[in-house]
């Protein structure tokens, strides 16, 4: 940019950009603030660059994974996605959105019609579970998607044959605004759904801002740790999903404190017992950030 930069001001700033000492500032400018290419052409308005450098450069726009939270036996020809709208704000107060959560949720069906969302599919590391398998799900926010579409799956093979329970542990900021697919886990739970007691499952959901202490998903699980290790000492199987990165680690730390607290044992020999779960294939971990 600097080369084709024709103000003499812009150039100064752009090469001390790319040197030593600029490094940091650049840092700031770009990454901290997530800048696009746009605002960047917008903040140095003498660079003339010839659009076919500018195609050279700007990288293509890479493709953002969504777990599928529908069972295609419940709904076939469907996929239904569960995206939440990324946001926040930058040190320099900019208001950002997700590019791609963003354009999603700006599409209108009733007016939008005819707009074209490439989409694929790959294989996802979440392994369908035999009905015979018992479950044991952790999927705060987002991380719930893919636990709705095992569940729908079960929900249904239950009425033709049976089933091994399922414990779901979900959580939320708050009960009011994004209790994702609230009706159908509460219709699940009550009058002998397949996540009710009387069928050996249960789903519990942790509020983490509805209260002045936050209250998350492992918190929820140490409350019901009889009924963890109950379906664990049975085979059960343990699948995480979610946005947070440190979700997953906290996660495992809450099932090292259950197991070694149940059956008595030392830390170690808990963290060693999950380390066989993993190795038999039996702990799935699917996190993004
Ligand atoms: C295997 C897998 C499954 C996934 N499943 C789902 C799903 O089911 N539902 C779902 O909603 N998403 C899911 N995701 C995440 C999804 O792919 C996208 O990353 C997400 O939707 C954001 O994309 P975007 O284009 O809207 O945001 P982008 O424009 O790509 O912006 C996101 C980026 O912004 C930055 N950012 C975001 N928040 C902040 C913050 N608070 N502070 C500073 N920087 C920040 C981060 O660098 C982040 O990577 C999944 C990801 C993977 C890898
Ligand atoms: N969910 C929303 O209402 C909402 C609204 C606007 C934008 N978004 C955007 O969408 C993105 C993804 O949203 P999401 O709904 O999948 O997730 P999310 O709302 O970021 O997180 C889901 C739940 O997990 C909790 N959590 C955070 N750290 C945790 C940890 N270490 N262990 C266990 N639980 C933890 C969160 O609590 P705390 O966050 O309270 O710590 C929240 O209750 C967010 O990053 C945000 O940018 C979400």
């Given at each position: 940019m600097s080369y084709f930069a024709s103000a003499q001001h812009e150039k100064e700033r752009l090469l001390y950009f790319v040197s030593p000492e600029g490094r940091d500032d650049l840092y700031q400018y770009n990454q901290k603030e997530r800048r696009t290419v746009l605002e960047v052409l917008d903040d140095f308005?003498?660079?003339?660059?010839?659009f076919e450098w500018l195609v050279q450069l700007v990288p293509p726009l890479k493709t953002r994974a969504f777990s599928i939270s529908s069972s295609n036996s419940v709904h076939p020809n469907q996929v239904h996605l569960t995206v939440s709208v990324v946001s926040w704000t930058t040190p320099f107060k900019r208001k950002r959105t997700g590019l791609c959560s963003a354009w999603l949720a700006g599409i209108d069906p009733q007016k939008d019609i005819g707009v074209n969302i490439p989409a694929w599919f790959n294989k996802g590391s979440l392994p369908p579970p035999p009905p015979s398998l018992p479950l044991i799900l952790i999927g705060p926010g987002t991380g719930c998607a893919p636990f709705r579409g095992f569940i729908e799956e079960r929900a249904l093979q239950s009425k033709s044959g049976s089933t091994a329970p399922i414990l779901f542990f979900f959580g939320c900021r708050n009960e009011k605004n994004d209790f994702l697919y609230k009706d159908f886990w509460l219709s699940q739970s009550?009058?002998?759904?397949?996540?009710s007691e009387e069928r050996g499952g249960g789903f519990y959901v942790a509020f983490?801002?509805?209260?002045p202490a936050k209250v998350y998903v492992q918190h929820k699980m140490r409350e019901h740790s009889k009924t963890v290790w109950s379906l664990l000492s049975e085979g059960a199987a343990i699948y995480v999903a979610g946005s947070s990165t440190k979700m997953p680690a906290d996660v495992m730390s809450a099932f090292e404190e259950i197991i070694s607290e149940e059956i008595e044992v030392p830390k170690e020999s808990a963290v060693r017992w999950l380390r066989a779960l993993e190795k038999a294939g039996k702990y799935h971990v699917e996190a993004w950030s």
């Open positions: 308005p003498s660079v003339q660059m010839p009550q009058n002998s759904g397949l996540l983490s801002r509805d209260q």
